[in-house]
């Protein structure tokens, strides 16, 4: 068995849904005590307002790392707490924004944990600078690198705060989130799309089309 990377900090589901006039979001996650029980579309007490745009299976969850929020913390001098950039999992000692694309976290034990697959990088919309009270802060999360990952859920089952983390599987492509969210070249695009395994419906397109371009 693997050595474990680093754990679950947090486990965080929505707390509230914003009357009108505003767009209902969900973003606002907070902490919850104990085990939560995970489909495969996520944890089963979390909601997702627009489904076009988030959940399902290649969105299930998504991952925010302790150490980027306490980055944006000190950029920010201000306290970042758990959940607030809407992340279902706050986790600690895994390199979230560096995760290799496919890459299969083993959380908690074999008989209750589950199994996560790193899937995509967020790409934050304007809800999130709203959340955060920042004027178009999604624009900085996304030039920052540091977006976090969505996450599917491979082996269903349950977690919980203190859950053990472990990097079962890393693809040889080598091709991380930052990248993804930085902007792929042609020869980072033909990597992933000649890797093994399957691509999300949205990375998929966004290879193709990086690669349609690079043969004009």
């Not at 900085?140 to 705060?161: C, K, N």
């Amino acid at each position: 068995m693997t050595t474990p990377t680093g754990s679950v900090l947090s486990v965080n589901v929505v707390h509230t849904i914003p009357e009108a006039p505003a767009r209902p979001t969900a973003i606002d996650k907070r902490q919850v005590v104990g085990a939560v029980e995970v489909s495969e579309l996520g944890l089963v007490t979390d909601t997702q307002c627009d489904t076009r745009i988030h959940g399902g299976l290649d969105k299930a969850i998504y991952a925010y790392a302790a150490e980027d929020a306490a980055w944006w913390s000190e950029r920010l001098d201000r306290d970042i707490a758990a959940g607030q950039f809407g992340e279902n999992l706050t986790v600690v000692g895994v390199d979230v924004t560096n995760a290799v694309i496919g890459e299969l976290w083993r959380v908690g034990g074999p008989r209750r944990g589950i199994l996560l697959e790193v899937r995509l990088p967020r790409t934050p919309c304007s809800k999130l600078a709203r959340h955060i009270g920042i004027h178009r802060f999604h624009h900085a999360f996304d030039q920052s690198g540091r977006v976090g990952a969505l996450l599917g859920v491979r082996e269903p089952g349950a977690v919980r705060a203190g859950a053990s983390i472990r990097i079962e599987h890393r693809p040889t492509h080598a091709v991380t989130i930052r990248q993804v969210s930085d902007g792929l070249t042609p020869d980072q695009a033909r990597r992933l799309l000649d890797s093994e395994g399957t691509l999300a419906d949205d990375l998929r397109r966004w290879v193709e089309r990086i690669l349609a371009r690079s043969r004009h």
